[in-house]
């Protein structure tokens, strides 16, 4: 066992936000936290990382076991470089340790080490801070939306990084909302809906069907209004053909559509799971119009 967490209980005022939560972690077991906005996620894991303390229940780390954690919202010094910053995080500040610094850094896309992180976007401050928290030597490494700036491509990157430690025997957790890169990557499963754990499953006996059922509580399915009229007639004035989309935070596979005149277009979905790429797609002129 890494660490554990018993009957965890946290309150914000008068907002309930985790309702005895309890956990146990082990040695290279690889977590996945799933959830609606709201369920508790990011909350339960600063609880487990120590940045925050339960208001009832305990978490307990083994003596001599480090976590290292990437946050929603992560403190970072404006007045320091990147490469300074990701080193500060290391627990050597040698040769070494600033090639693993550089390596990660390019790996993530963060190619000019010498900027200030003050002169950095959001989403380059966030790629800084998932970095700190790679380099940082760790028993648990507990990660938040890692993912949500980051192409496919270099998500992959990372996901295969995560196996990479957890071989060496480190543990991971980490939030998404990408389900299929928690399919991907985890041993388990952990769906949350309003403060509660309201399943754990190996993640080889789910899918991202049952996945979402959980997550929103009932079976997500169609329905028929016999109201809405179709004109069988209608011409296509927009034509999606075979899309693919890949964005930070956001990606689109295979996806095909044709809108008829007099139609309204909705699209839904999950956070992550794609309903934001099409309209980007159309945004640089990857969807044709007839």
């Not at 972690?25 to 303390?53: D, F, M």
């Not at 380099?135 to 192409?151: F, Q, S």
């Not at 053909?241 to 559509?257: F, S």
Request: aromatic fraction near 4%; charge should be negative; charged fraction near 25%.
């Amino acid at each position: 066992m890494i660490c554990s967490a018993d009957n965890l209980v946290k309150n914000y005022g008068a907002d309930p936000v985790l309702d005895h939560v309890s956990l146990v972690i082990n040695e290279k077991e690889k977590w996945g936290i799933v959830g609606v906005n709201g369920a508790g996620k990011s909350t339960l894991l600063r609880l487990i990382a120590g940045l925050e303390t339960p208001d009832e229940g305990t978490v307990t780390l083994v003596p001599g076991k480090k976590i290292s954690c990437l946050v929603q919202q992560p403190q970072l010094d404006p007045e320091k470089t990147v490469l300074e910053t990701v080193l500060e995080s290391a627990e050597k500040k040698d040769e070494v340790q600033e090639y693993e610094a550089k390596s990660i850094l390019t790996q993530l896309k963060m190619n000019d080490m010498s900027q200030k992180v003050g002169t950095c976007s959001g989403g380059q401050r966030r790629r800084v801070a998932l970095a700190c928290a790679l380099i940082r030597p760790c028993d648990l490494l507990i990660l938040d939306e890692p993912t949500a700036v980051l192409t496919e491509k270099e998500a992959e990157a990372l996901l295969e990084s995560i196996r990479g430690m957890s071989a060496k025997g480190s543990a991971v957790i980490f939030i998404t909302h990408r389900l299929h890169e928690i399919l991907s990557v985890c041993d388990k499963v952990v769906i949350m809906r309003d403060g509660y754990v309201v399943k754990d499953v190996p993640a080889k006996e789910t899918d991202v069907a049952d996945i979402t059922k959980w997550m929103v509580g009932r079976n997500i399915q169609t329905v028929d209004r016999a109201d809405i009229k179709i004109d069988p007639n209608a011409k296509n004035i927009m034509s999606i053909h075979n899309l693919w989309v890949d964005m930070p935070g956001e990606t689109v596979r295979n996806v095909n559509l044709d809108i008829k005149e007099g139609e309204i277009l909705g699209i839904g979905g999950l956070a992550g799971q794609g309903k934001l790429g099409i309209p980007n797609a159309y945004q640089i002129g990857w969807l044709r119009l007839r």
